[in-house]
């Protein structure tokens, strides 16, 4: 876990404001995806993203989400105006290939976020 | 759609009391199996993937096994620090027309329970 950092860990934000939270990847990883895990449910995906690629956001919401991952930099996971229902906690992995050769996922610690 | 159902839901053993926990699954084309044990607040770790009917991995105290159905991940004489939340998933195949299936569809999970 300690390979793929997140930040930041926790974060409060009021209805209507807007949460970023950054994920870089483990070294020598170039796959990123982004979970949820809402309060008593499981872990669901979000996004799968290369350097300057979106790959898969089947499992984005359509309004207020947005995900990035540039060249240079961390990857960004952005949620616009932000209500109660977005209070989870967002996980962050990453592989050192996609799906075509074996690989193992590994994840961060996670973002809490808490929308007041 | 991927399925992933994991029991039971919760499962508390004595110190040194062996059992296994189960995860069925339904895939279009399976990729590989994964386990992950959660603590609180923490990211899931990474254990073990499994990727074909046959196949079995062991670690310390934990052994996964698949079928082309359904995995176990056995715990032989667990002590209380085994205490967590173990979270199975599946990866499946890239299926036509080129979409990625990078990402992994998680059961709810096994609250296991290690009294000492």
């Known amino acids: 876990n300690a390979g793929v950092m997140q930040n930041p860990r926790h974060l409060v934000r009021r209805r209507g404001q807007e949460a970023r939270l950054r994920c870089s990847p483990m070294k020598g990883h170039s796959h990123v995806y982004w979970y949820r895990q809402l309060p008593e449910e499981g872990l669901k995906f979000m996004v799968y993203?290369?350097?300057?690629?979106?790959?898969?956001e089947s499992g984005m919401p359509k309004e207020r989400f947005s995900a990035e991952f540039p060249k240079e930099g961390p990857s960004i996971l952005r949620i616009q105006q932000v209500v109660r229902g977005d209070s989870a906690a967002y996980f962050c992995a990453s592989s050192p290939r996609g799906y075509r050769s074996g690989n193992t996922i590994y994840f961060g610690e996670g973002s809490w976020l808490t929308v007041v | 759609e991927d399925q992933v159902t994991q029991s039971p839901e919760a499962l508390r053993l004595q110190e040194g009391e062996s059992s296994s926990l189960n995860c069925s699954y339904t895939v279009s084309g399976l990729r590989g199996l994964f386990w992950y044990r959660q603590d609180p607040g923490k990211g899931p770790e990474f254990l073990f993937t499994l990727y074909s009917a046959g196949e079995e991995k062991e670690k310390e105290r934990l052994k996964a096994t698949l079928t082309k159905k359904e995995s176990f991940l056995h715990i032989t004489a667990p002590k209380p620090e085994d205490s967590a939340t173990y979270l199975c998933?599946?990866?499946?195949?890239?299926?036509?027309?080129?979409?990625?299936?990078?990402?992994?569809?998680f059961g709810q999970g096994t609250i296991l329970t290690v009294h000492p």
């Open positions: 998933a599946v990866q499946a195949s890239l299926g036509a027309g080129g979409t990625s299936y990078g990402k992994l569809t």
């Open positions: 993203l290369q350097k300057e690629n979106i790959i898969d």
